[in-house]
């Protein structure tokens, strides 16, 4: 089992919608969460840290769930901006040496 | 607005040369990371550092692949010799080992190897 799974999509929405992506994390001790997003043929940056509380920034929501394992991400009122790969981060139980795991990514369309 | 930057942007070389990637982690961050980036495979971590000091390479093929900290302001990977299943996008990170542990990346170091 992958350390940090995601539905690879694509996902296609149009203008306007709302969209969540899941991402479920094998090991129940990890530590900290994140989003990044990355757009084609850039690096990825850091969209949002993930806390137990659950947050939001802007249009952009994540929650954590450490019972189930999950971290989700919703988008509302989509942009074709918003349009790129999103990326679920975790970090592992702290043995010194661990940095994070990234998942594959799940890529978004956003469409007009 | 601080950044991480690397150099260079793009390096396209023949099979059997040597190719050095260079890096220079945001000022004050105190963990560099090396990641490499293919459609294939994702984002795979190949090296990390704390305090300049090495904490986990095993991602990284020891018989080709080597990676330094000189100095707090610079991260070096080296590839001698280059293969062209080395072809990929060669990221560096950098972040502060306390906190929530984010990483910044910089822009990539597009390789192809011929």
């Known amino acids: 089992r992958k350390e940090v799974e995601q539905d690879p999509g694509p996902f296609n929405v149009p203008e306007g919608a709302t969209v969540a992506f899941n991402c479920t994390y094998s090991?129940?001790?990890?530590?900290?969460f994140f989003w990044y997003r990355q757009d084609c043929r850039k690096e990825p940056k850091l969209l949002m840290s993930?806390?137990?509380s659950g947050n939001e920034d802007g249009r952009f929501t994540a929650q954590l769930n450490r019972a189930s394992q999950y971290i989700s991400l919703l988008i509302r009122d989509s942009k074709l901006s918003d349009s790129a790969t999103y990326l679920c981060?975790?970090?592992?139980?702290?043995?010194?040496?661990?940095?994070?795991?990234f998942g594959s990514g799940t890529r978004l369309q956003v469409q007009p | 607005d601080a950044r991480v930057t690397q150099t260079p942007r793009h390096k396209v070389t023949e099979m059997g040369q040597e190719v050095t990637m260079r890096c220079q982690p945001i000022?004050?961050?105190?963990?560099v990371f090396w990641y490499r980036q293919t459609m294939m495979q994702g984002l795979e971590l190949l090296a990390y550092?704390?305090?300049?000091?090495?904490?986990?390479d095993s991602g990284m093929p020891k018989d080709r692949f080597s990676a330094e900290m000189p100095d707090a302001t610079l991260a070096t990977l080296k590839i001698q010799p280059s293969e062209p299943r080395d072809s990929a996008v060669y990221f560096c990170?950098?972040?502060?080992?306390?906190?929530?542990?984010?990483?910044?990346f910089g822009p990539g170091t597009r390789l192809t190897v011929t």
């Open positions: 000022l004050g961050h105190n963990t």
């Open positions: 550092f704390r305090n300049r000091a090495p904490l986990d």
């Open positions: 090991n129940s001790a990890s530590q900290s």
């Open positions: 981060v975790v970090k592992p139980p702290d043995t010194g040496r661990r940095a994070l795991t």
């Open positions: 993930v806390y137990s």
């Open positions: 990170a950098s972040g502060l080992e306390q906190g929530h542990h984010e990483q910044y």
